[in-house]
Nanobody
Framework: QEALVESGGGWVQAGGSLMLSCAASGRTFSDYAMGWFRQCPGKEREYVASMTASAGKAYYADPVRGRFTISRDNAKNILYLRMTNLKPDDTAIYYC?????????????????WGQGTQVTVSS
């Protein structure tokens, strides 16, 4: 059974940094494109970033491009999200998920079960 466990969230002041992790089990991690999503208070879950199965390509939503970096370690079955220059608008619960692809490009919609997420709070 697939399981995704997010960790690494916390409280940080604006301008600070955090590294999120997503530990995957139950599937062959290296077979799947993976992505990060977030749900800000009072809003729907939104796409943040994604990476191809081989870690060859990364994609980002406009609000985080240049500040966040997605990476993965297929040997350890872990997906990462390095977040820098954090802003109060980045406050959200962050989730990871598997992604389907279209002609090799990850489709920015979660395709598997959602984990519990990890809370990130950025104060001004």
């Amino acid at each position: 059974q697939e399981a995704l466990v997010e960790s690494g969230g916390g409280w940080v002041q604006a301008g600070g940094s955090l590294m999120l992790s997503c530990a995957a089990s139950g599937r062959t991690f290296s077979d799947y494109a993976m992505g990060w999503f977030r749900q800000c208070p009072g809003k729907e879950r939104e796409y943040v970033a994604s990476m191809t199965a081989s870690a060859g390509k990364a994609y980002y939503a406009d609000p985080v491009r240049g500040r966040f970096t997605i990476s993965r370690d297929n040997a350890k079955n872990i997906l990462y999200l390095r977040m820098t220059n954090l802003k109060p608008d980045d406050t959200a619960i962050y989730y990871c998920n598997t992604l389907r692809t279209l002609f090799g490009t990850p489709i920015p919609v979660g395709s598997g079960s959602w984990g519990q997420g990890t809370q990130v709070t950025v104060s001004s």
